[in-house]
């Protein structure tokens, strides 16, 4: 591996064997940028029978399609849902034709077809509260999707069957990959995305380098500022974290989990959480991580990860005491805005973590 390397893009063949190295990379061109506004799509939730008053602000939805017995098959889901009108069902007075506007959640079918024999679908909130249930599902003048963001990956020496196919040696058809942000050892840092090669030409940056040009989403331009903060290694100064703000603490934790070490200390133990910079709810999983692991440390990015953390490999399992300093910064800034979909609160966290059995003083 070379010291020029600063990306490595790995995958697969359509054989799905093990993963494979494909290309080592100076530079990645065009790879920061602020994501494009989600496409909001309307859809008919025809013939609905709903629970009560179904409320203009939505918020999260769960579609599930039923099967011949009424049992749920699987579940669809679309954010930040809006009714936008309602009217008598033409087939069926007693029900209601509703048209909604919506974000399809990502990585997930783009629409939920209807399977004879299925009875139709069920639709729940954000807690699974059952809102009614429809008979059919149609979206409305599909939007036109954005064009694909496109990368340049410059000075790529290349490996294993991506070499093959662009040197017209044959071989497989490439199928899964991503890139991987490299550290300056060569280690992972992080991941990039998942990109999918549209294009190569040789690299004036050398003789058997290419330039690569994929499609993929952009990475958040503060992870440009992030990552150097890693590429030495695992930092050693605590709360570097504390300058960014939801987005870039979110994207802390990535590198964070990649490079936690060492064995688990005996549980009953005491660690100190620095509360001065806990103003969100990422910014929470990042002085936990590092009030159990020391600086850049992992312990857990939602309350499920640090379920998982607890039972072993993360440096701590349950129970252990927790001292959180300067607590009140969290109790004025975690989960008091009215949302929809709102982070937890700090009682919330609180509860949480006793619940498991963490032992919290507030100091």
Known sequence: MTAEARYALR????????????ALCEEAENLFADPPEPLRRRYELLGCAVEGELPAALGFLAVKPLGKD???????????????????????LSRLDVTVEAVRSDHQPVYPQRVPPSVGFSLSDIDDRLLGH?????????VEEPQPHAVRLLGCSLHGPLRDVVEGLGGRRLAYRHLDVLDAAGGLLTEAGHPHLVDWQPSPRGPGLYDLTVHMDPQPPVAADIWPLWRGGRPSVPNLWARFGPTGRALWL???LYHRRGPDRPSGG?????????TDYEG??????????????????CLNGV??????????????????????????????????LRPDSFSELLAFLREKRIEVVLA
């Open 11 to 22: 995958g697969e063949d359509e054989d799905h064997e093990e993963e494979q190295l494909w």
């Open 70 to 92: 009424g049992e749920a098959l699987w579940e669809w889901y679309l954010e930040d849902a809006r009714v936008l009108t309602t009217r008598p069902c033409a087939r069926d």
């Open 134 to 142: 429809f008979r059919d599902l149609a979206e409305v003048l599909p």
């Open 254 to 256: 990535e590198p964070a």
């Open 270 to 278: 005491t660690y100190h959480l620095d509360g001065r910079h806990v």
């Open 284 to 301: 929470f999983f990042c002085a936990l991580g590092e009030a159990v692991n020391g600086p850049g440390g992992y312990f857990g990015r």
């Open 307 to 340: 379920s998982d953390a607890l039972g072993g490999g993360f440096g701590s399992d349950g129970p252990f005491t927790l001292v959180w300093h300067d607590h009140e910064t969290a109790r004025h800034c975690l989960g008091v805005q009215p949302l929809t």
